[in-house]
């Protein structure tokens, strides 16, 4: 039905800033849950930010509704900030009851020092 790509990894510096795309296409009426999570190596997936607490310190969660596109805004990197990171959707599809759980693929955040 949805198909989430993201995209904006890289290597940067620390310091610098980071923007992270969260494309969804396909059946959508409207994205309600917007999470982005990160997971480092060896160490649990934590929850980055969220719809409900958009702004988190250096992390800014921003959509454009008309591209069905959500971003997280990283600023001041840090080397701990190194991490896969991942979006989450909740969607609620035209002619479908209920909402939808899709994850992104993950994309790679490599800060250093």
């Known amino acids: 039905q949805v198909q989430v790509v993201e995209s904006g990894g890289g290597s940067v510096q620390a310091g610098e800033s980071l923007r992270l795309s969260c494309k969804a296409s396909g059946n959508i009426f409207r994205i309600n849950v917007i999470e982005w999570y990160r997971q480092a190596p060896g160490k649990q997936r934590e929850l980055v930010a969220d719809?409900?607490?958009?702004?988190r310190g250096r992390f800014t969660i921003s959509r454009d509704n008309a591209k069905n596109t959500v971003y997280l805004q990283m600023n001041s990197l840090k080397p701990e900030d190194t991490a896969v990171y991942s979006c989450?959707?909740?969607?609620?599809?035209?002619?479908?009851?209920?909402?939808?759980?899709?994850w992104g693929q993950g994309a790679q955040v490599t800060v250093s020092s």
């Open positions: 989450h959707l909740g969607i609620v599809h035209y002619g479908l009851p209920g909402e939808r759980s899709y």
């Open positions: 719809n409900l607490d958009s702004v």
